[in-house]
């Protein structure tokens, strides 16, 4: 019976050292950790190990449970993987242990929580790109192909993949480019 931990931040240029410091301090046998976004479970080569390895009487930790996920569809599938396993979940910072109905209660009002809060954060950026862009402010991201430099190599008799070869392009933007 092991108790594995799991950290995760949303951005590279983010730290675990915190997270893998409590973690630690909780007793965690194993921490894995990586830096993903936990509004899917897709893409989370570590959590993937992680359930993969867990086994009957293990104990998963976080400090948070929007560190594990922050939709509210993932979690539950997460948490129903975990308890036919027979492995418990416990957060540091959060009062909730799913060893009994009462934590059971509390992990998924935590988890609606982290899923309201991901989606009110997306409706405020939204908000905020339309206002800019009414605003005039936002151009969106600036092109990254040359249009008049794949027209130009196409002209002196370059094909397609050679044009994207030496302009580091993928030969659909150049097939676009010429159809245009």
């Known amino acids: ?10 951005s590279m240029d983010q730290d675990l050292t915190i997270q893998e410091e409590v973690l630690r301090n909780a007793g965690c046998d194993v921490i894995r950790t990586e830096k993903a976004s936990g509004t899917s479970r897709n893409g989370r080569a570590e ?4 359930m993969q390895f867990l086994r009957l ?4 930790m976080v400090t948070r ?14 948490v129903r993987e975990l308890k036919d ?13 799913t060893g009994d109905i009462y ?25 905020g790109i339309s206002r800019a862009k009414a605003e005039g402010v936002y151009k ?3 092109p990254s192909i040359d249009p008049a430099a794949v027209k130009a190599l196409a002209l002196q008799g370059i094909g397609a993949s ?8 993928g030969r659909a933007s150049v097939y676009r480019i010429l159809g245009q």
């Open 85 to 97: 396993k027979g492995v418990r979940l416990k957060a540091t910072e959060q009062p909730f242990d």
């Open 103 to 127: 934590g059971e209660l509390t992990l998924n009002l935590l988890g609606v929580f982290a899923d309201f809060e991901t989606k009110l954060r997306r409706e405020r950026q939204m908000e």
């Open 1 to 10: 019976m092991a108790v594995y931990g799991y950290a995760r931040v949303s």
């Open 140 to 142: 969106g991201r600036k």
């Open 47 to 50: 959590l993937d190990t992680l």
């Open 57 to 60: 009487g293990d104990t998963l």
């Open 162 to 169: 050679e044009i994207a070869k030496r302009l580091g392009i």
């Open 65 to 78: 449970i929007d560190r594990l996920a922050r939709s509210i569809g993932d979690l539950q599938d997460i």
